[in-house]
């Protein structure tokens, strides 16, 4: 059984930073765990992944360089950093899991959601 929990969201300014952590139980060892974002009146849309079987991560242009995500061993959590926000990153952030091989944007391959994290960006 896989349970995923976002935390850290809030409210932030433009340009600064927040620090969102999914805590993953049960099968996460040979699979990707991504984040994604869903605005109001949007579809949601992939940010970024990290595959736990090679380590590799991926993000979408629209964050590279402004967000990290990373394994934190000790806690059993994938985080995102995120840094120098915009107002467009205002969006309920997901953590989800996809148990494939292949890492993927596309938020049908991902069979396992957490229940979301409201993150605002003021201007």
């Known amino acids: 059984q896989v349970q995923l929990v976002e935390s850290g969201g809030g409210l932030v300014q433009a340009g600064g930073s927040l620090r969102l952590s999914c805590a993953a139980s049960?099968?996460?060892?040979?699979?990707?765990i991504g984040w994604f974002r869903q605005a109001p009146v949007t579809e949601r849309e992939f940010a970024a992944a990290?595959?736990?079987?090679?380590?590799?991560?991926y993000y979408a242009d629209s964050v590279k360089g402004r967000f990290a995500i990373s394994r934190d061993n000790a806690k059993n959590t994938v985080n995102l950093q995120m840094n120098s926000l915009k107002p467009e990153d205002t969006a309920v952030y997901y953590c989800?899991?996809?148990?494939?091989?292949?890492?993927?944007?596309?938020?049908?391959?991902?069979?396992?959601w957490g229940q979301g994290t409201q993150v605002t960006v003021s201007s």
């Open positions: 989800a899991l996809d148990t494939g091989w292949i890492t993927s944007p596309r938020p049908e391959e991902y069979e396992y």
């Open positions: 049960g099968r996460t060892f040979s699979s990707t």
């Open positions: 990290y595959n736990w079987r090679s380590g590799n991560t």
